[in-house]
């Protein structure tokens, strides 16, 4: 969530930037209650403080009087405990009614992220081109002729949003997640395999809850009383296995990356550039993540960048990069990045990884810190992630850009050896 101190400091930057995201008027009368409440807790606090000196003052004396041989007086009355109580009872309220207000604020946009929705956003960087097809199949017929995804007993199986990879499909779908954990280890990252059952804490850590709760799947609370769903991204969960920790300085950056399948509550595409794998309920993603001291934030985003990207030119296929506008990106984010690759049945872009900077946004509602060496201090931690990559949108934009006049489709170069073969042909 948003500093406190930066609201108290300079509200009009603050209101500033969020109007880039927030209706400036809306804006206002959140840092307005914001404000207000933080005015009611700290005048408590002070209270609270007042009343527990007079009270160990009060104790003082009483154990002098007894020692000298005097009559004490009586010590904290009946009536005064329960007006501490209440006190304390109050700040526990107000507290936590200031607390919701502030995590449902937005992050703060970066000064170079402009206002407005995906109308806004700025293609910063092109790879390659289109290529010429003279007659285009999508990715749904091609995946039907050549065997590699039946989405008929997908629905059977899951319902609609639900497919289900097939032969060649499936050992094509194992093939870029394997070759994306290699190319990870290979940068850097520490493999990690995390639980797909999360805590509520996981998600309003990353800054999903409470803005996005009915977006997951969640399990009743009979059979989880403390709150568990099934993670959207494993962002969010490898920001949750550091929740509440201090991390070692001369460690930092901390490099780390995971496998899951990712369970979302989205609407089943409809629409001819949301058809087949390109939307559904489940899918399956590797995700990058750094943790960062404040000043390597910067190169961690260039970095992650390019390293996506890479992916991709790997792969050979033509992609764009888009800088988000404030509206289109993540509330939790700072500023984000699309890598899109071209869709040859639609004409458009869909993008296959969202890299992106938090800040410390993220990091203040995990209690994530580092300390200076030799310091007693601790300051929060940057927080980076990026997709690296989504296959269900990869796997369509590999069979459209790489589809041949005879129906067949060639498989990318650095492929080849995991699949055994240098061509995916129809079935006979």
């Known amino acids: 969530m948003l500093d406190m101190e930066l609201i108290r400091k300079d509200r009009e930057a603050v209101a500033t930037a969020l109007a880039k995201r927030l209706d400036p008027a809306e804006v206002n009368r959140v840092l307005d209650d914001i404000q207000r409440l933080d005015q009611e807790r700290r005048a408590l606090i002070t209270e609270i403080d007042a009343e527990r000196q007079r009270r160990k003052a009060e104790a003082r004396a009483y154990a002098q009087a007894k020692r000298a041989g005097t009559t004490p007086e009586s010590v904290a009355p009946e009536v005064e405990r329960k007006q501490l109580a209440e006190l304390e009872s109050q700040l526990d309220e107000v507290q936590s009614r200031l607390r919701g207000t502030m995590s449902e604020l937005p992050n703060l946009p970066a000064d170079d992220v402009v206002p407005g929705g995906k109308e806004a956003n700025r293609v910063v960087k092109t790879f390659g081109a289109p290529p010429v097809i003279e007659k285009i199949r999508d990715h ?83 059979s989880a009383p403390r709150g568990q769903f099934l993670l959207p991204t494993s962002e969010t969960a490898i920001l949750g296995a550091y929740q509440d920790e201090i991390l070692e300085t001369s460690k930092l950056p901390l490099k780390a990356f995971a496998y899951t399948p990712c369970y979302r509550r989205e609407a089943a595409g409809s629409h001819s550039d949301e058809r087949g794998t390109v939307r559904g309920h489940q899918f399956n993603k590797v995700e990058i993540f750094q943790f960062t ?134 079935l006979r």
Request: aromatic share 10%; hydrophobic share 40%; net charge negative.
């Open 293 to 426: 001291l404040p000043e390597q934030a910067d190169a961690a985003l260039e970095e992650m960048l390019a390293h996506a990207e890479s992916l991709v030119e790997k792969l050979g296929l033509h992609y764009q990069r888009s800088l988000l506008s404030a509206g289109d990106a993540s509330a939790s984010m700072k500023k984000t990045l699309d890598i899109e690759v071209w869709m040859p049945s639609t004409g458009k872009y869909k993008e296959v990884s969202s890299v992106s900077w938090a800040g410390d946004y993220q990091a203040r509602r995990a209690a994530i810190r580092y300390r200076e060496p030799g310091g007693k201090q601790t300051r929060f931690v940057h927080t980076l992630n990026g997709s690296a990559l989504a296959t269900s949108r990869l796997f369509p934009a590999i069979l459209e850009q790489f589809q041949q006049p005879d129906g067949s489709v060639l498989v990318p170069d650095v492929l080849r050896d995991r699949l055994g073969t240098d061509r995916l042909t129809p």
């Open 140 to 222: 749904v017929e091609l995946s039907r002729a050549l065997g590699l995804v039946d989405h008929e007993r997908g629905v059977k199986l899951g319902g609609s949003g639900f497919w289900m990879y097939t032969g060649l499909g499936a050992r094509l779908e194992w093939a870029l997640i394997n070759w994306f954990i290699d190319e990870h280890v290979r940068a850097g990252y520490e493999f990690l395999l995390p639980p797909h059952l999360l805590l509520d804490t996981a998600g309003f850590a990353a800054g999903q809850f409470p803005k996005f709760y009915d977006d997951v799947y969640h399990l009743d609370r009979e």
